[in-house]
């Protein structure tokens, strides 16, 4: 695969896909990480004697346009991170909007409104494909948080542009997860939080062939614990899969994986509750409470396992952490992961978010952008973002 460093970029026109679904509130960007890490590749671009075409998509609008859904907070806050003007599209395709592109002089900057507007984009359309392909002479995929998704612009785009490559930060997550799994310091922790084991059955799988340690928490951890027989009460659980958290505990064991459950629970009625109502051990879960975060001796346990790690992976959250009530075993969680010596690698939107809360992203060997690309990647599976940059190299 090429990226963007081993390429002449002076004077071109370069259509670069990045990933800016950031969370808004109102007109507001509540976390404008994912544009900070953009900056990297657009300022080599620039640099370079570059114009730049940004394009992007932002939420599920369902492709059709919906104000709500709008990239204008994203141009506005772009421009000031750049330090230039971020002209703002009206369209991502169109007459007016190739105009507009055609016309960048070196150094200017064009972002585009939501791909997402049209239904051609989640369809890997090839006429809109095509159209969007007007806009460039270069294009440059920065979006790996994007890149596990067959759309148009980070695979058909690539049919009808003959210079295509990734950028720095596609390069530094290439570089980082490829590392993680192929020559791994030990002991190697893998942690696994989030609501879902049926959306984490795949990573679970993959790393048990890899890790020496493994780690669940999160509402996933209820499915594995009833699973053993042990009372849940009104948490989440999903009865469908376990005969498969079984299967997977078996499989730790048979490979000699260690492998962490919580031991104790904080609880609650409701994860919107003010407070909790207790900590109990996972043997003592009365019927009519719900488990919502991981409890003090759980922190314990976990910690040990950790602070001596050559490696450490951690996707998903060990709570109902939107809440301050049920927050605390994530925060223990990063603050204990963030002291590690050895390399440590996260990913997934809500991991991300508890780090940026603590101010703790300096803590970290790597910080993935991407959530369901990053979990693909270390599943082994091939990204269609990848393999549409590898074929045109």
Known sequence: MRFLDELNVSGKRVLMRVDYNVPLKGDAIVDDNRIKQSLPTLNLALDNGASLVICS??????????????????AVRLAELLGREVRMAPDCIGP????MAEALKPGEVLLLENLRFHPGETKND???SRELAKLGEVYVNDAFGASHRAHASVVGVTEFIKDCCGGLLLKKEWQYLGEALEDPARPFVAIIGGAKVSSKLGILK????????????????????????????TSLVEDDLLEEAMAIMVEAREKGVKFYLPVDFILGTDPKGGIASGVRTYQDIP??????????????????????AGTVIWNGPMGAFENPAFAQGSINLCRVVGAVSGMTILGGGDTNVIVEKLGMADKFSFISTGGGSFLEFLEGKELPAFTALENKS
């Open 57 to 74: 998509h932002l939420g599920r609008p369902k492709g059709a346009p919906a104000p709500e859904f709008s990239l204008k907070p994203v």
């Open 96 to 99: 007016e909007v190739q105009a």
């Open 206 to 233: 993959a790393l048990l062939e890899e890790v020496d340690s493994m780690i669940v928490g999160g509402a996933m951890a209820n499915t594995f614990r009833k699973a053993q027989g042990f009372e849940v009460g």
């Open 126 to 128: 090839p006429d809109f």
């Open 287 to 308: 019927a009519d409470e719900m488990i919502l975060d991981t409890g003090p001796a759980s922190h314990t346990l976990f910690a040990e396992v950790i602070k001596n």
